[in-house]
């Protein structure tokens, strides 16, 4: 499905979220920062948006990871356009058997991709394996807002706007149907961090962003 929509998730991406997706990278970066991070590691990187934005924290290595070939072309093309291949990796692999040793990482990155993790408790742990004690890993994801009538809205806008735009767009209807299943199922705010903690971290604070259409998640291990 990922490989399919490849050509055209960055177009899609900012057009659905009003161009606000740029902003939540910036502030869950700007999370990273305290750690001085030298190895940043973006697990479900798609097309590398995250990890351009890391940038800003001034890295000396950042590794994006997806399980899509198309997503991780896209975004090699995209990285090599920039002038940021000696800086930016973009390797296949799964979110659930990461290939990096224990500790390793100065901070880890995920934007919107946790809630298609095959496994979402073992994702979390790996994680949690990879991440250096004291540092930190930040998660973006879509959430439902609850005060009225920012709720109504914003159904109406995921149920019925964002699937048909997608579909039209992206040629593959879908996958955009599967976006807001796949949020509706997924275990937000408290659910969440209760779920990281049980991961192993020692921490997992939630901030909501723009009226709560999305969460920003910091786990610190």
């Not at 002038?83 to 995920?110: C, H, K, Q, R, Y």
């Not at 767009?169 to 976006?179: C, G, Q, V």
Request: charged residues 25%; positive net charge.
């Amino acid at each position: 499905m990922f490989d399919n929509i490849a050509p055209r998730y960055d177009f899609l991406n900012h057009l659905l979220s009003l161009g606000i997706d740029k902003y939540w990278r910036k502030k869950a970066v700007r999370k990273l920062q305290v750690n001085r991070p030298t190895l940043l590691l973006d697990i479900a990187t798609g097309t590398g948006d995250f990890a351009l934005e890391a940038l800003i924290v001034k890295p000396e290595k950042v590794i994006g990871l997806d399980i899509s070939p198309n997503m991780l072309s896209v975004g090699r093309i995209k990285i090599e356009k920039k002038g940021f291949t000696p800086v930016i990796d973009m390797i296949l692999g799964e979110s659930e058997n990461l290939p990096f040793e224990n500790s390793v990482a100065d901070g880890v990155m995920v934007g919107f991709g946790a809630r298609n993790f095959e496994d979402l408790d073992k994702g979390l742990q790996e994680i949690c394996r990879v991440l250096k004690p004291g540092c930190k890993a930040v998660i973006l994801e879509p959430s439902f807002p609850t005060k009225f009538p920012m709720n109504l809205l914003f159904k109406f806008y995921f149920k019925f706007i964002l699937p048909t735009l997608g579909a039209l767009i992206s040629k593959d209807p879908k996958a955009y149907t599967y976006l807001p299943e796949s949020v509706a199922a997924f275990p937000e705010g408290k659910k969440f961090t209760d779920r990281c903690l049980n991961a192993g971290f020692k921490t997992a604070d939630y901030h909501p962003l723009t009226l709560g259409i999305c969460a920003l998640y910091v786990l610190e291990k």
